[in-house]
């Protein structure tokens, strides 16, 4: 780990705005974008409409070509996502940098070049990312067009252009297109039903998220001396250390200055702010060497583009520390893995919430306007919880989910007691009137804290999609994805339903009758009780909910009629569109299984076997065994003829065969002598405050 002397460059004087002051300026928006607009003859005005980039594309070309140069960038690139970058493409993202200049044919030097074709569309070879068949050696084309719902940033010498990646026939070949037809189907069926309702949403709706993001931090040369976390970013083997999280001692303890921790954190805070990353919050969480960073809310696509550079920035500057950054779901065994919670809203572009009882009941002018939207998402999520279990069977959550506050394979939804009763006094007949949330007061018996007051809710942390007052939070999302096809899933599942609710008022219906039937068809995928109790989950099972507990077999349902048919209906993905994600999605995953057994095999013979040798202890013969079984169900993958019937045999490698196998060479760790235990032990990995230099002479916190 870096000294502690090194450690004090992060340290902090006296608070003050001072060091915000550069919020945004390597974002090109707002007041930023106003000032060098303004110098062509425009201002940032022009950007709230995309028409920009028919009218306007060379004014805006002009001054981002300015910005860039005041702020010593002269390189640009389209940045796009490439489907199924989780866990093995840093950044997760695209990109092919080129020059801001062109050779002068008469001077023969370099001037500056960059227009409005330059800003607003590219051109890159799309045969060699992920595409499940959209695709060809022969039919290479891959093209890039600006999204304008996410702003152009800078870092470094380059400015980003966030992008959408297709094919020559517009197929999706990225993370980012699905996601805005979504947004695209949700706004319009969004807006057709609020109009019934007594609100005309002239100007759309749009989807908002706030993305939570736990990660591991780890000594860099402990990481060196694993090569499971160096290749997949989990331990495929290794015994628990004698302390784990039973004390809780880990969670929301203080950030200590003894460590690099808090000083990567700020440095990871301060560059993400000024690229206009409002990354607000940081804590520790519940295991040891585990932590979590939070922005402000915002726009989806943007908020998911600010993500992976989060995820980017986490990775590059943790080495500055010393650290190495862990963002895969479950990187150690027994201890939480690591989530990327996805609060989820829906809002009006001048702020109207439409989660929000009072905030849209007032809006409308009817008191029962909450009732049927909230009947809407109730309905989605009971139809399309097979596409939600989809949509987060990442790797990594094969040992998440279900636990150590991850939530079960089965998709319900948490309202709360309070909230229930309503709906369902609404949805029987028994009740008038609004839905008001309750309060209660708390009353410590003392003089010195007053009463307060607290929501009439609890917080279900076991439950996959609960609510939170005016958002809900779809908990099972995991740290390494990129929660495009999340939001892609919610927005569509939820548009098709407004788009259903607006028929059958256009046909004659009353909004009421249709919220009151659509819940009581679907009241069953409401559940405010313990989703880790095993009674409740066979119940649940029972009632029909969906419960999918293989991620390989949920990435299946991709394909389903049902929802190939949901996709194309809300034009959010073709038929063909569906099936390559689907392949994709199952060549990622095999491909992760194949990259841990490939580790596994060199750890059982360059280190776990050789150090059992030197011993003279330790199980040696199942070790030597273990090789041979690992080499034969990976050579029964790779005969296998589908991606799906892959995966599936990937499936049980990773969680029956490579599972008994770790159980063999934890019982060797446990036995043989530490000086001869080559590998870094989870002692070692992951209790950063008991690995800390001598304390400096310095003040950490010194005087302004």
């Known amino acids: 780990l870096p000294s502690s002397a090194a450690r004090l460059g992060a340290a902090r004087g006296m608070a003050s705005m001072e060091p915000y002051e550069d919020f945004g300026k390597h974002v090109f928006k707002g007041v930023v974008a106003d000032e060098y607009l303004k110098k062509h003859g425009a201002s940032g005005d022009i950007l709230d409409d995309p028409s920009w980039t028919k009218t306007h594309s060379d004014t805006v070309a002009a001054a981002v070509l300015d910005w860039a140069t005041d702020n010593g960038a002269n390189v640009y690139c389209h940045w796009f996502q490439p489907m199924a970058s989780s866990g093995v493409r840093h950044g997760q993202s695209g990109q092919v940098q080129n020059m801001m200049m062109a050779m002068n044919d008469k001077t023969g ?90 609100l005309d949403a002239t100007d759309g709706l749009r989807s908002n998220i706030g993305l939570e993001q736990e990660i591991f931090l780890v000594p860099r040369d402990a990481y060196y001396k694993r090569p499971d976390l160096q290749l997949t970013g989990r331990t495929v083997i290794g015994k628990d250390a004698p302390r784990g999280q039973e004390m809780c001692d880990h969670y929301m303890a203080p950030l200590s200055s003894a460590t690099p921790a808090l000083a990567c954190m ?87 919430q439409l989660l929000s009882p009072k905030d849209i009941n007032a809006a409308t002018g009817h008191d029962y306007a909450f009732a049927v939207i909230m009947a809407a998402v109730v309905a989605a999520v009971d139809i399309h919880g097979d596409l939600m279990r989809m949509a987060i069977a ?88 990129n929660v495009s096809l ?8 939820v548009a098709e339903k407004f788009a259903e609710f ?25 559940f405010n009780g313990d989703n880790y109790c095993e009674e409740a989950q066979t119940m649940l099972t029972e009632r029909g909910i969906w419960r999918i507990d293989s991620g390989v077999e949920a990435i299946h349902v991709l394909t389903s009629e049902k929802n190939i048919e949901l996709f194309e209906k809300m034009h959010v993905m073709t038929k063909e569109e569906c099936s390559a994600r689907e392949v994709v999605l199952h060549d990622h995953y095999s491909g992760t299984v194949e990259m841990e057994a490939g580790c596994l095999v060199d750890m ?20 030597e065994t273990a090789v041979t079984t690992i080499k034969e169900a990976m050579a029964e993958i790779h005969a296998a003829e589908t991606s799906y019937k892959k995966a599936q045999l990937a499936r049980v490698l990773r969680l029956e065969t490579m599972i008994d196998i770790r159980a063999v060479c934890d019982a060797a760790e446990e036995v043989v002598p530490a000086n001869l235990w ?27």
């Open 109 to 198: 030097e370099p001037e500056w070049d960059f227009k409005g074709k330059n800003l607003i569309k590219g051109e890159t070879d799309g045969s060699s990312y992920p595409n499940g068949g959209l695709r060809g050696t022969h039919q290479a084309g891959g093209y890039l067009a600006i999204d304008t719902s996410s702003p152009i940033f800078l870092r470094g010498d380059t400015i980003f252009i966030p992008s959408a990646f297709v094919s020559y026939y517009g197929a999706a070949l990225d993370e980012k297109t699905p996601l805005l037809r979504a947004n695209a189907a949700l706004n319009k069926h969004g807006c057709r039903l609020l109009k019934h309702l007594g």
């Open 486 to 493: 999340v939001n892609t899933v919610l927005n569509t599942a």
């Open 502 to 526: 607006a028929d059958r008022i256009d046909a004659g219906e009353d909004p009421l009758d249709i919220a009151k039937s659509t819940l009581e068809k679907h009241w069953r995928v409401i």
């Open 678 to 704: 080559t590998l870094a032990t989870y002692k070692e990995l992951l209790f950063l405050d008991s690995h800390v230099d001598a304390a400096p002479a310095e003040d950490y916190f010194p005087e302004p």
């Open 604 to 623: 059982l013979n360059q280190h776990i076997i050789p150090s059992v040798k030197a011993a003279g202890v330790g199980p040696l013969s199942e070790l």
């Open 266 to 352: 700020q440095e990871i805070q301060d560059e993400c702010w000024k690229m206009g990353i409002p990354l607000k919050t940081r804590h520790r969480e519940v295991a040891p060497g585990q932590f979590e960073f939070a922005p402000l809310y915002g726009l989806n696509t943007t908020q998911i583009d600010q993500n992976l550079w989060v995820m980017q920035i986490i990775e590059e500057v943790a080495p500055r520390h010393g650290l190495a950054a862990l963002l895969q779901e479950k990187p150690f065994n027994d201890v939480n893995g690591s989530g990327k919670h996805n609060n989820w809203s829906i809002a009006t572009a001048d702020g109207i």
């Open 394 to 481: 990442s790797p990594g959550n094969d040992f998440r989910l279900g636990a150590c506050e991850a939530p079960p394979a089965i998709v319900s939804t948490y309202l709360g007691d309070d909230m229930t009763f309503y709906l369902e006094h609404f949805k029987d007949g028994k009740g008038k009137g609004a839905y008001n949330p309750g309060v209660k007061d708390l009353d410590l018996g003392t003089r010195e804290v007053l009463p307060f007051q607290v929501p009439a809710e609890d917080r279900n942390r076991t439950s996959p999609f609960p609510y939170g007052g005016a958002r809900f939070e779809f908990r099972a999302v995991g740290s390494a994805q």
